[in-house]
């Protein structure tokens, strides 16, 4: 059985989510904490499977802890419970940037908490958070990827005339995403030869948030994608949560983004595969597909169908690499991927495959 820790300054939401926690079989609430600090005390003596972590807290925040695990070196798997506002959403990329796993948007209101569809949600994140790896200190490619980044796109340039016809750059991440959304997108040239779209699992809310921090650190622009909106060369569209993203053909070789509402699948909204699906009606030579860190499967029946009429190429993220080997895996296993790529490599691969203005 797992063993959880809660930390939250409510008693009330603490029974809640202990409640739903302990409701399912796999795992246990081992130890509560009313704020940072006892956390803290517990996380240097104890080891957890999981720990759920509330942001704003006396004494010590959420971001504090964070911070002091970092410091201390103590590799815990976080999961944030946080709020929907504009600066829960801010807060919570903080959270990731500092090591945080994954969240789950908290209802306000306790009792919203024992709805059926936040406990199933809330249960799904935890599994995830629980089968991640946990962070790394002290490791980062930054300075020598972006070199080796900026080192193909001059390759590349010379040679740009080889790579033909037109092509769009299509990722799917889940569980541990951001992070690795952070590691990709920021290598990539402004003059990338291709739109770039990306279903990164995320409820309403935090998308834009996501996409508002990687355009500060890009080259290139990234946005929340808006519905009806033309997919341009040398852009980032980011999937709005909560809804599903279609790429739509448009006459003379243009191509709109169109947001639909089916039910989640594969447990989540928005779901890669539906995006995948339907690029099987562009216009694009070629798509390339990446696949990154997450639990489950999506993108797999997606670019299952889209090799059935387009030509793609598939990579997938090695899986030392990823926080979660799940879905990457998945794609792997069922012989659709062409590269299996470490991340740091991952933005010169497309590069290599798309070229460069």
Do not use: W
């Given at each position: 059985?797992?063993?959880?820790?809660?930390?939250?300054?409510?008693?009330?939401?603490?029974?809640?989510?202990?409640?739903?926690?302990e409701?399912?079989?796999?795992?246990?609430?081992?130890?509560?904490?009313?704020?940072?600090?006892?956390?803290?005390e517990?996380?240097?003596?104890?080891?957890?499977?999981?720990?759920?972590?509330?942001?704003?807290?006396?004494?010590?925040?959420?971001?504090?802890?964070?911070?002091?695990?970092?410091k201390?070196?103590?590799?815990?798997?976080?999961?944030m419970?946080s709020?929907d506002?504009?600066?829960?959403?801010?807060?919570?990329?903080?959270?990731?940037?500092?090591?945080?796993?994954?969240?789950?948007?908290?209802?306000n209101?306790?009792?919203?908490?024992?709805?059926?569809?936040?406990?199933?949600?809330?249960?799904?994140?935890?599994?995830?958070?629980?089968?991640?790896?946990?962070?790394?200190?002290?490791?980062?490619?930054?300075?020598?990827?972006?070199?080796?980044?900026?080192?193909?796109?001059?390759?590349?340039?010379?040679?740009?005339?080889?790579?033909?016809?037109?092509r769009?750059?299509?990722?799917?991440?889940?569980?541990?995403?951001?992070?690795?959304?952070?590691s990709?997108?920021?290598?990539?040239?402004?003059?990338?030869?291709?739109?770039?779209v990306?279903?990164?699992?995320?409820?309403?809310?935090?998308?834009?948030?996501?996409?508002?921090?990687?355009?500060?650190?890009?080259?290139?622009?990234?946005?929340?994608?808006?519905?009806g909106?033309?997919?341009?060369?040398?852009?980032?569209?980011?999937?709005?949560?909560?809804?599903?993203?279609?790429?739509?053909?448009?006459?003379?070789?243009k191509?709109?983004?169109?947001?639909?509402?089916?039910?989640?699948r594969?447990?989540?909204?928005?779901?890669?595969n539906?995006?995948?699906?339907?690029?099987a009606?562009?216009?694009?030579?070629?798509?390339?597909?990446?696949?990154?860190?997450?639990?489950?499967?999506?993108?797999?029946?997606?670019?299952?169908?889209?090799?059935?009429?387009?030509?793609?190429?598939?990579?997938?993220?090695?899986?030392?690499?990823?926080?979660?080997?799940?879905?990457?895996?998945?794609?792997?296993?069922?012989?659709?991927?062409?590269?299996?790529?470490?991340?740091?490599?991952?933005?010169?691969?497309i590069?290599?495959?798309?070229?460069?203005?």
């Amino acid at each position: 059985m797992k063993k959880i820790l809660v930390v939250d300054d409510s008693a009330l939401m603490r029974r809640v989510l202990c409640d739903i926690i302990e409701q399912d079989e796999r795992f246990q609430v081992a130890d509560r904490a009313r704020n940072g600090l006892e956390a803290l005390e517990l996380l240097e003596k104890n080891t957890y499977d999981a720990v759920v972590l509330d942001v704003n807290m006396p004494q010590m925040t959420g971001l504090q802890l964070l911070k002091e695990l970092q410091k201390r070196k103590i590799p815990a798997k976080v999961m944030m419970a946080s709020t929907d506002t504009k600066e829960g959403a801010k807060t919570t990329m903080d959270a990731l940037e500092l090591g945080a796993l994954d969240f789950v948007h908290k209802p306000n209101n306790a009792i919203d908490c024992r709805e059926n569809d936040f406990a199933q949600t809330f249960l799904r994140t935890l599994e995830g958070v629980v089968e991640s790896k946990p962070p790394v200190f002290g490791r980062t490619f930054a300075i020598e990827s972006l070199k080796t980044a900026k080192q193909v796109v001059e390759i590349v340039r010379k040679h740009s005339s080889s790579i033909a016809g037109s092509r769009i750059v299509a990722v799917a991440s889940s569980t541990g995403g951001p992070k690795a959304l952070h590691s990709v997108v920021t290598k990539l040239p402004k003059n990338l030869k291709a739109p770039v779209v990306i279903v990164q699992h995320m409820p309403a809310g935090f998308t834009e948030s996501l996409a508002e921090r990687l355009n500060s650190l890009s080259e290139l622009t990234v946005s929340e994608g808006r519905d009806g909106e033309t997919l341009e060369n040398g852009h980032v569209y980011i999937a709005k949560g909560g809804r599903h993203l279609n790429i739509d053909a448009k006459a003379g070789g243009k191509h709109v983004i169109r947001y639909s509402d089916e039910p989640t699948r594969e447990g989540v909204r928005p779901c890669a595969n539906y995006m995948y699906e339907s690029l099987a009606k562009s216009s694009f030579d070629e798509v390339l597909c990446v696949v990154m860190t997450g639990m489950g499967a999506d993108g797999t029946v997606g670019i299952e169908h889209l090799k059935q009429s387009k030509k793609v190429h598939v990579i997938a993220q090695e899986q030392s690499t990823c926080a979660v080997y799940g879905m990457p895996r998945s794609v792997v296993k069922a012989g659709l991927s062409d590269q299996t790529v470490p991340l740091d490599q991952i933005a010169q691969e497309i590069i290599l495959n798309v070229g460069v203005m």
